[in-house]
């Protein structure tokens, strides 16, 4: 089984659009929708439900008022101002569960054991049905975290459903950024398809998400989407990466048949023949063909 | 009124257009000579710079507590492992070794050792660089490759303020603990979106984790006439007003690309600045 998965560093560089169309594109895939801050594939490839779980991926405090004597030593210990003292609604102190990292200290501590640790449900996550393969997707709560356990949660769901399946194919739809999501998306991964733009921020952010992937051992290749939006800086774009030894997989020139796919809940390559299409095509062979190689450890270092 | 406000530019989904809408109104803010700093919490992947060309005077490292363990000191009793939520400490053998990038500085660990073997040092996450730019103050955090402490790093960010002073603070992408970190108390939030399936979907997401802080909130419609209407449709019926739209114009893209600030790439464009400004300092 092999594992691809896209990323991009900077946002709305175009991530989902291509993980939708390879999922129309390849043969027997198990699709991941890993961002789940922002999760948007399911509005290309509309699951049909098939199993929903809780996602508790840790504990939250709570202040038991009728133990509580208010000596506020609970808030002296909290790293993370968590602990919201009496005011004139509230008679006794509480716990802000948007601050609370569930580390137990304020429990541990308390005089008069007022406090409990419960699980705290960050979210729901997913077994569905797609027309192109099942997915494993999830809904992170409203302003909650353990956003990396959820996504570690769903790369081993999607890993076990494949390995089940007989299916040999992996396409993880990935979140923005170089922090705690992304790092539990890309490690173990065997190719990271870095998506950017041609513009001085895409440019700036490839840098940030290239480092990332070398610092935990990740092969990645590159596509420049938009491509000719700013064509020399897509060019210097892609001089860079060829400077590092990164294959740049495909220029996808900006088509608005994209965002009408997207209007129809299509995926691109369901909905259109043209050039940004014909550029994705190309893009999932040449990505296809580097998975497939003896030798995707080679990302330049 | 000319009260000092912290303003934060969310949205759900990414490349919507944050920082072309952050470092315009920062900058129109302070050429019409009100005092405003620009904030860039978005310290994964910080892109104001590139628009606003500050000239930074000053660059230092920010720290968490990570614990570090006095062998001499640890008998191996194996507390502090056993506490530990986050297996950044754990005891193998009666010896205690420590994974820093688990660590979510807590300080339990060092109240709970009996022997008073842990103390903490200072892991470097990331580094927080300030300086002017076209009459504003600049500052932004930059988050070290490999590094996970996004919310720390915007929460001692955030701290460094001059509260003399507008703040418009850049956000990260998302509806998580970054993005938490970054809205948590501040006076009010523009969440700009595009008018597009995806954009709407993570809008309703954003406003959903806006609402939850109880912070009052806006929206600017990006790229406007791309998708459709649904979008507005949506404000309408939830009550959200929309303070602006920015047309799908190429010139704005290719001004972005080069790193050129909307509102002197394309001026016209200043009169809708004005405007969300005459809504904010009403």
Same mark, same amino acid.
Request: with cysteine; hydrophobic share 40%; aromatic share 4%.
């Given at each position: 089984m092999k594992e691809l998965i896209v990323i991009s560093g900077k946002g709305g560089t175009g991530k989902t659009?291509?993980?939708?169309?390879?999922?129309?594109?390849?043969?027997?895939?198990?699709?991941?929708?890993?961002?789940?801050?922002?999760?948007?594939?399911?509005?290309?490839?509309?699951?049909r439900v098939r199993q929903e779980n809780p996602f508790v991926g840790g504990v939250k405090a709570r202040i038991l008022p009728d133990m509580c004597v208010e000596c506020g030593q609970c808030r002296d210990h909290c790293r993370f101002d968590a602990v919201i003292p009496p005011d004139g609604q509230n008679p006794s102190f509480r716990i802000d569960p948007s601050a609370c990292e569930g580390c137990g200290v304020c429990e541990r501590f308390c005089p008069t054991e007022a406090i409990v640790l419960e699980d705290a449900v960050n979210g729901r996550w997913f077994i569905s049905d797609t027309r192109f393969g099942p997915m494993v997707h999830a809904e992170l709560g409203i302003a909650e975290e353990n956003s990396g356990k959820l996504v570690s949660l769903l790369r081993k769901q999607a890993r076990d459903l494949a390995g089940r399946q007989g299916r040999n194919m992996l396409l993880v739809d990935g979140s923005p950024g170089i922090g705690c999501p992304v790092i539990a998306s890309i490690t173990g991964a065997d190719l990271a398809l870095l998506v950017t733009e041609p513009t001085l921020s895409g440019r700036h952010d490839l840098q940030r998400i290239v480092e990332l992937t070398r610092h935990f051992n990740v092969p990645c290749a590159v596509c420049i989407n938009k491509a000719d939006i700013n064509p020399e800086m897509a060019a210097q774009i892609a001089a860079e990466a060829a400077a590092g030894s990164i294959s740049v997989l495909a220029h996808i020139p900006y088509d608005n048949a994209v965002t009408q796919a997207q209007m129809a809940g299509r995926s691109l390559i369901e909905h259109s023949d043209g050039p940004a299409s014909q550029a994705i095509r190309q893009l999932w062979d040449r990505s296809l063909a580097m998975l497939n190689s003896e030798d995707t450890s080679a990302n330049g270092q | 009124m000319n009260t000092p406000m912290t303003i934060a530019v969310a949205s759900g989904k990414g490349g919507t257009g944050k920082t072309t809408v952050a470092t315009s109104l920062a900058a129109f803010l302070a050429r019409r000579g009100r005092r405003t700093q620009y904030v860039d919490c978005d310290v994964e992947e910080p892109n104001g710079?590139?628009?606003?060309?500050?000239?930074?005077?000053?660059?230092?490292?920010?720290?968490?507590?990570?614990?570090?363990?006095?062998?001499?000191?640890?008998?191996?009793?194996?507390?502090?492992?056993?506490?530990?939520?986050?297996?950044? =400490?754990?005891?193998?053998?009666?010896?205690?070794?420590?994974?820093?990038?688990?660590?979510?500085?807590?300080?339990?660990?060092?109240?709970?050792?009996?022997?008073?073997?842990?103390?903490?040092?200072?892991?470097?996450?990331?580094?927080?660089?300030?300086?002017?730019?076209?009459?504003? $103050?600049?500052?932004?955090?930059?988050?070290?490759?490999?590094?996970?402490?996004?919310?720390?790093? =915007?929460?001692?960010?955030?701290?460094?303020?001059?509260?003399?002073?507008?703040? =418009?603070?850049?956000? %990260?992408?998302?509806?998580?603990? %970054?993005?938490?970190?970054?809205?948590?108390?501040?006076?009010?939030?523009?969440?700009?979106?595009?008018?597009?399936?995806?954009?709407?979907?993570?809008?309703?997401?954003?406003?959903?984790?806006?609402?939850?802080?109880?912070?009052?909130?806006?929206?600017?419609?990006?790229?406007?006439?791309?998708?459709? $209407?649904?979008?507005?449709?949506?404000?309408?019926?939830?009550?959200?007003?929309?303070?602006?739209?920015?047309?799908?114009?190429?010139?704005?893209?290719?001004?972005?690309?080069?790193?050129?600030?909307?509102?002197?790439?394309?001026?016209?464009?200043?009169?809708?600045?004005?405007?969300?400004?005459?809504?904010?300092?009403?």
């Open positions: 659009s291509i993980v939708a169309s390879f999922a129309a594109l390849a043969s027997n895939p198990v699709l991941a929708d890993c961002d789940v801050d922002a999760a948007d594939l399911h509005l290309v490839v509309e699951p | 710079h590139i628009f606003l060309k500050p000239d930074i005077a000053d660059s230092r490292p920010v720290t968490v507590p990570v614990p570090r363990v006095d062998t001499d000191k640890c008998d191996g009793c194996g507390r502090c492992g056993r506490f530990c939520r986050f297996n950044a =400490i754990v005891a193998v053998n009666r010896t205690v070794i420590t994974f820093e990038q688990l660590c979510h500085s807590c300080g339990g660990c060092v109240r709970i050792c009996p022997q008073g073997a842990i103390r903490e040092s200072p892991l470097e996450i990331g580094r927080i660089e300030s300086g002017t730019a076209d009459g504003l $103050q600049f500052i932004q955090g930059r988050l070290n490759i490999g590094s996970v402490r996004t919310p720390s790093l =915007i929460r001692t960010l955030r701290q460094s303020l001059d509260a003399a002073s507008v703040a =418009i603070l850049d956000a %990260p992408p998302g509806t998580s603990c %970054p993005v938490v970190a970054c809205v948590r108390g501040v006076d009010y939030v523009l969440l700009v979106t595009e008018p597009t399936p995806f954009g709407l979907h993570d809008l309703k997401l954003a406003a959903a984790m806006v609402q939850q802080l109880r912070r009052p909130l806006a929206v600017i419609v990006n790229r406007s006439g791309l998708g459709d $209407q649904r979008t507005h449709a949506w404000c309408r019926e939830h009550g959200v007003e929309i303070l602006a739209e920015i047309p799908d114009d190429r010139r704005i893209a290719e001004a972005y690309s080069r790193g050129r600030m909307l509102i002197d790439a394309v001026p016209e464009y200043e009169a809708l600045f004005a405007q969300i400004a005459e809504r904010l300092f009403a």
